[in-house]
C-alpha cells in the first residue's frame, strides 16, 4: 500500500509517497532509536508504534490532501526519513517538518528536502507561509531552519502532545512566509 503523492527529485534524493511494503521496516528502525526520536520530544518506538505511527502518517494525506513523503537516497535506494507538509488538528499552522534517520545526519539531507516541499507547498497547495515545529534543544533541526531562510516567530508554544517527562510538550515555532521564501531566491 503507497500513497498517490508526487515525486520530487532533487540532487541526491527523491522524494515521494510513503509506500508501507517498502519504507516500514527502515522507518520502524529510524522510529526506535533514541537519539533520532529525541529530536521531536519522543520515545523510541516499539514495532506496533512505528506501523501506527505510519498510518497516521499516511493516513494524513486522506484526511487532508497532503502530508508527509518519504526521502530516499539516490545513490543507494535508502529509506532515510521522514519530509512534507503537515497540520493535525490543533497545531500551530501550516508545517513541513522533517525527520532524518541518525546514521544519514551531517549531510544536508533534512534542508534538501524540505526545500522540495516547501516550494511544493507554496506553488501547489498555495500556502501563505510555512512554519517548523522545533524542540528549544534540537539544535541541529535550528540549524536546518536557519540555513531554508526561517527564523524563529514564536518561543515557547505548547503542543497538544506529552513531552518524554510526561509533561506537555514546548516548542518553538519557525517560519517565514511565501514571499520571504520567494524572494531568497531558491
Same mark, same amino acid.
Given at each position: 500500500?503507497? #500513497?498517490?503523492?508526487? &515525486?520530487?527529485?532533487?540532487?541526491?534524493?527523491?522524494?515521494?509517497?510513503?509506500?508501507?511494503?517498502?519504507?516500514?521496516?527502515?522507518?520502524?528502525?529510524?522510529?526506535?532509536?533514541?537519539?533520532?526520536?529525541?529530536?521531536?520530544?519522543? !520515545?523510541?518506538?516499539?514495532?506496533?508504534?512505528?506501523?501506527?505511527? @505510519?498510518?497516521?502518517?499516511?493516513?494524513?494525506?486522506? #484526511?487532508?490532501?497532503?502530508?508527509?513523503?518519504?526521502?530516499?537516497?539516490?545513490?543507494? *535506494?535508502?529509506?532515510?526519513?521522514? =519530509?512534507?507538509?503537515?497540520? !493535525?488538528?490543533?497545531?500551530?499552522?501550516?508545517? =513541513?517538518?522533517?525527520?532524518?534517520?541518525?546514521?544519514?545526519?551531517?549531510?544536508?539531507?533534512? *534542508?534538501?528536502?524540505?526545500?522540495?516541499? #516547501?516550494?511544493?507547498?507554496?506553488?501547489?497547495?498555495?500556502?501563505?507561509?510555512?512554519?517548523?515545529?522545533?524542540? !528549544?534543544?534540537?539544535?541541529?533541526?535550528?540549524?536546518?531552519?536557519?540555513?531554508? *531562510?526561517?527564523?524563529?516567530?514564536?518561543?515557547?508554544?505548547?503542543?497538544? @502532545?506529552?513531552?518524554?517527562?510526561?509533561?506537555?510538550?514546548?516548542?518553538? =515555532?519557525?517560519?517565514?512566509?511565501?514571499?520571504?521564501?520567494?524572494? &531568497?531566491?531558491?
Amino acid at each position: 500500500m503507497s #500513497i498517490d503523492a508526487p &515525486r520530487f527529485e532533487t540532487e541526491r534524493l527523491i522524494i515521494r509517497g510513503l509506500d508501507v511494503d517498502r519504507d516500514f521496516e527502515a522507518w520502524a528502525e529510524i522510529a526506535s532509536d533514541a537519539e533520532t526520536m529525541r529530536t521531536i520530544e519522543s !520515545p523510541p518506538l516499539k514495532p506496533w508504534e512505528a506501523w501506527r505511527s @505510519l498510518a497516521m502518517l499516511m493516513g494524513h494525506w486522506t #484526511i487532508r490532501g497532503f502530508g508527509f513523503f518519504a526521502v530516499e537516497e539516490k545513490a543507494t *535506494g535508502a529509506f532515510v526519513g521522514r =519530509v512534507g507538509p503537515w497540520r !493535525p488538528h490543533d497545531w500551530p499552522g501550516t508545517e =513541513v517538518g522533517w525527520l532524518i534517520g541518525r546514521p544519514y545526519w551531517g549531510r544536508g539531507y533534512a *534542508g534538501e528536502a524540505a526545500e522540495a516541499t #516547501i516550494n511544493w507547498a507554496f506553488d501547489e497547495l498555495g500556502w501563505s507561509d510555512v512554519i517548523h515545529v522545533i524542540a !528549544p534543544t534540537n539544535t541541529k533541526s535550528q540549524r536546518v531552519a536557519e540555513k531554508i *531562510g526561517s527564523r524563529i516567530i514564536r518561543h515557547g508554544e505548547t503542543l497538544p @502532545l506529552k513531552s518524554l517527562a510526561g509533561g506537555d510538550v514546548v516548542i518553538d =515555532v519557525w517560519g517565514q512566509s511565501a514571499a520571504e521564501w520567494r524572494a &531568497r531566491g531558491t
